[in-house]
């Protein structure tokens, strides 16, 4: 199956969840045109509390769709969206995806992956013990997070559903995708 994009998604406000859209235009180096999480600093609440001068490393939030058939044998429906995500993914397997791989979007959007999303009680407040279907443990007790991963835009452009996603690993040792 090749990777491609399901659904685009913005919003404006600091909501959980984001609708979806027709499009999206990714800013180089900003994010997400209209999107609340837009800019060089982060703007995560809970982050710019801590520090709001340090990098946007959460521009772009991406999910499998696959995350959401898993969900759905526990019980859950989650759309595309739901989970606050600006852009969902098939057919690729994003959590394996090493720190600094580049994904190709459409024509001419580049997303660089800065790592995972860190999920939150957020998305127990959206479906009640839907936390724990994305945020497991292994058998050696390392914590699991199934919630998507994070990127920084490199090259802007157009998005749309049913644009086609190239990933370019990047060059030399892999590092595994760490929470940002």
């Known amino acids: 199956m090749d990777a491609t994009v399901v ?6 406000e600091h909501t959980f969840s984001k609708p979806v859209q027709d499009g999206i235009t990714l800013l180089a180096g900003l994010g997400v045109e209209g999107d609340a999480h837009l ?3 982060v703007k995560h609440r809970s982050r710019v509390a801590q520090d709001p001068t340090q990098p946007n490393l ?5 999910i499998h769709e696959e995350l959401f058939a898993e969900v759905a044998d526990a019980g859950f429906a989650v759309a595309p969206g739901q989970l606050g995500e600006n852009i969902t ?9 090493p720190t600094g791989t580049l994904l190709h979007l459409g024509d ?4 660089e992956v800065t ?14 013990g839907l936390l724990k279907q994305v945020v497991s443990r292994a058998a050696d007790g390392t914590l699991i997070r199934k919630a998507g991963i994070m990127g920084v835009v490199r090259a802007g452009g157009q998005v749309r559903p049913g644009d086609r996603i190239r990933a370019v690993l990047p060059e030399g040792e892999h590092r595994p995708l760490e929470p940002v």
């Open 58 to 62: 959460r521009q772009v939030h991406l």
């Open 108 to 111: 001419d959007a580049v997303v």
């Open 7 to 12: 659904a685009v998604c913005h919003s404006a």
């Open 39 to 41: 800019g060089v600093t």
């Open 115 to 128: 790592g995972l999303r860190n999920p939150c009680l957020q998305i127990d407040r959206f479906q009640g």
């Open 89 to 97: 993914t098939a057919g690729i397997d994003l959590l394996a995806l």
